[in-house]
């Protein structure tokens, strides 16, 4: 049946013209997704919103845009180019929290407002610039060699922290003053850092944190001496380096972080005591309204999570709650306070993510939600009204919607704020949550950005992304696809989603190859979701292929049974899930069984070799991308949280590992990987290789010399999907 979606989307494309859509133009600019506004925010005074969005000639450089909230058409704050004509190469520091944090591109790639609304600051050619919003000035602020990392503003607007050469500094922007808060780091030893899995798996890209009032800055003491060095081949496309890397391996030592608390104005220090047990994670850190740090404290395991509050003056804590799991506790930053003194926390100890009312003592007020579906983040809080606002799914998993519940009376059950049948995502309340910037998209609307009241009504665009004749997307119309949506039982009884394109001038009684689309995994979010997907899916099912997508058990968003049924055996539901898909994709008439791909990235690229090694001669061929290939490679909070040690769980590691299953070796496989990737390090795939060559197995094998864990750049991607699609035709329609 086809969907709604799918006739709006046909009505939408009669006027357009035709064009097929090409490889050239599925990676140049401007992007086919048209002009995507990103990190929106309001001015401290609501009268601004400001946002990034890319410049028309190039997708990959951002600039600073601001749209007045009573009217008007959007204006470039800060054109990146003008101020910055050329920037300097990145540092390895730089490079790495970029990476860590997915930013790709370049320009102004985040910002910070001062409290008072009348400055912003950013980073840019590996200094920081403040920009005066009544001069229209920007100047900056550090004129050194060295570059400045993680820099902000102080939540009352004296200082600028940042990050220099492993040391913390302030620039008191009364007296113009730079001081540097530590002077020790160096080598392994750095401060107002985060470390490598924090940035990586567990969402904490800072290593500080200013008191609300700025009396006072917490910040992190890392020391990386206890992880031994490892030495990492970065293969660039004119030589190579090797770098000395501190790799935290499953099972292998972690860093020892402390946690210290300065007074500014006297500059007293003390050390907030972590505990005895000095092998923890510090997850987060948040400063209360009553003056109190309140720190997340997660055990090794990652099973037990203490939320502590510090006394900034002694240093001395208490234990305000601890939630405890079997399998794994998800972090999130869901921590809020309220005015009186109590704060809002989420848990999924009733087996989905809930919301639950404290008491400053960690005494529990009341639970605020409850049911069978799943909270995905508090977004902000009314407190006049006493409502709570959060983002996540109540009755269709497949859409993200804006929701509202009362904190205030018990049993209240949640009001949807947005409408439209796809995807919410990006959302900023404003003041006491009276409006709100957020954007949508579903498989036929790119994403729009705009600004709403608290009923859910649009008061104005910010970035209406409309599919008209000035669209880049526009000459393409005509051959969009919408995905069908459907679902499959696994063996469990589960629900498992899928989605399928299906090609240009489909007709059911001819039968189609098929490419398989697979990440699996944890953590990331899952693949089957009415939003918009991008051009690239649009590539490969208009080359005539029915695209397919499957969420498995052990993806998240659909509840903690759901998730943890990959606990301490990674590689085996998944796979037995994607094989139930692909049974069912050999049902249909219209599909050719013996010509079924697949392919993914990262975890994905894990599930292609599990899946086809599992399953020999199932699928006719994979390509597989930076794979894991052996979990002891990858690192302790990721691996540890859903394998335990390899110490304790030698025989799930074991059955795990790809070379567990080579002697499954039967279907056509092409391997892909960065040669510099410090996440999913290259040496999975070399150690693979090398096991392949052997045992005289035949495989196909394209590097990019220089390239971390995500490719990067329009020539480099192009020729990326290229390969994909050449081995696919090779091996899934050799007669054509």
């Known amino acids: 049946m086809i969907s709604s979606l799918a006739v709006l989307a046909l009505l939408a494309a009669q006027d357009a013209s035709s064009e097929s859509l090409t490889l050239e133009r599925l990676y140049a600019s401007p992007s086919l997704n048209g002009p995507v506004a990103s990190a929106t925010r309001f001015s401290p005074d609501g009268g601004l919103i400001t946002f990034l969005q890319a410049k028309e000639e190039d997708a990959n450089v951002r600039d600073l845009w601001a749209i007045d909230v009573d009217g008007g058409e959007p204006f470039m704050l800060v054109d990146s180019r003008a101020l910055v004509p050329e920037e300097r190469e990145l540092t390895e520091a730089e490079i790495q929290l970029r990476e860590r944090a997915r930013i790709t591109g370049s320009g102004i790639v985040s910002y910070d407002w001062d409290s008072l609304g009348e400055a912003i ?408 979701r009415m939003s918009w997907l991008g051009t690239s899916d649009q590539y490969i099912a208009q080359q005539g292929y029915i695209y397919f997508k499957l969420d498995n058990r052990g993806t998240p968003d659909r509840g903690h049974a759901f998730e943890t049924a990959l606990h301490r055996a990674m590689g085996g539901v998944e796979v037995v899930d994607q094989l139930a898909g692909l049974a069912y994709l050999q049902s249909l008439d219209f599909v050719d069984p013996d010509r079924v791909g697949i392919w993914g990235w990262s975890y994905g690229g894990y599930m292609t070799l599990m899946t086809t090694l599992q399953a020999p001669g199932a699928f006719a061929a994979g390509v597989s991308g930076a794979p894991v290939t052996d979990w002891a490679l990858y690192d302790t909070h990721y691996t540890e949280r859903f394998m335990g040690t390899p110490q304790n769980n030698a025989e799930g590691y074991a059955q795990s590992s790809v070379f567990a299953h080579l002697e499954g070796w039967d279907t056509p496989l092409l391997i892909m990987h960065g040669m510099a990737d410090d996440n999913v390090v290259f040496e999975n795939s070399t150690r693979l290789f090398n096991a392949l060559q052997e045992r005289d197995l035949p495989f196909e094998m394209m590097t990019y010399p220089g390239q971390r864990h995500g490719i990067r750049g329009e020539m480099r991607n192009r020729h990326r999907m290229r390969a994909m699609m050449e081995f696919f035709d090779r091996h899934l329609r050799p007669d054509d």
């Open 121 to 528: 600051l950013f980073p840019l050619d590996g200094d920081v610039f403040y920009y005066e919003l009544e001069s229209g000035d920007a100047r900056r602020l550090m004129e050194t060699e060295a570059a400045e990392t993680d820099s902000r503003i102080s939540p009352a607007g004296r200082y600028v922290g940042f990050v220099r050469e492993q040391n913390l500094f302030v620039h008191d922007l009364q007296t113009a003053e730079t001081r540097a808060i530590t002077t020790e780091g160096g080598g392994t030893l750095s401060y107002g850092m985060a470390e490598f899995v924090a940035q990586e798996e567990m969402r904490r890209s800072t290593g500080y944190w200013f008191s609300r009032d700025d009396q006072y800055v917490a910040f992190a003491e890392v020391d990386e001496s206890p992880i031994p060095i490892s030495y990492r081949v970065d293969i660039q496309g004119d030589g190579a380096t090797v770098s000395e890397q501190r790799y935290p391996y499953a099972g292998e030592a972690n860093v020892n972080i402390r946690l210290f608390i300065e007074n500014l104005d006297t500059g007293e220090r003390v050390e907030a005591d972590l505990g005895e047990e000095t092998d923890i994670y510090l997850a987060r850190a948040n400063w209360a309204p009553d003056g109190r740090l309140f720190v997340q404290r997660q055990n090794r395991a990652q099973t037990r999570l203490d939320l502590l509050a510090y006394d900034p003056a002694t240093g001395e804590n208490e234990t305000i709650l601890a939630e405890l799991d079997p399998a794994w506790i998800n972090l999130t930053y869901d921590l809020t306070f309220l005015s009186d003194g109590t704060f809002l926390w989420t848990s999924e100890r009733t087996g989905f993510r809930h919301i639950y009312h404290y008491a400053g003592d960690g005494t529990e007020i009341a639970q605020i939600t409850s049911g069978d579906w799943q909270i995905n983040a508090i977004e902000g809080v009314d407190a006049d009204a006493g409502l709570v606002y959060f983002t996540g799914w109540v009755t269709d998993p497949l859409q993200r919607h804006l929701y509202a519940v009362s904190f205030a009376q018990a049993n209240s059950e949640p009001v949807q704020v947005t409408d439209g049948q796809g995807w919410w995502g990006g959302i900023s309340m404003g003041e006491g949550a009276q409006s709100y910037l957020a954007s949508f998209s579903n498989p036929s609307q790119p994403s729009q950005t705009g600004l709403y009241d608290a009923s859910g009504s649009l008061l104005r665009w910010i970035e209406e992304n409309e599919l008209n004749e000035d669209h880049p997307y526009f000459p393409y119309l005509d051959d969009h696809i919408v995905p069908n949506f459907g679902s499959i039982e696994a063996a469990d009884g589960s629900e498992l989603h899928y989605l399928m394109y299906l090609p240009p001038d489909f007709d059911p009684s001819q039968q189609y190859p098929v490419i398989v689309n697979v990440y699996g995994g944890p953590v990331v979010g899952r693949r089957v």
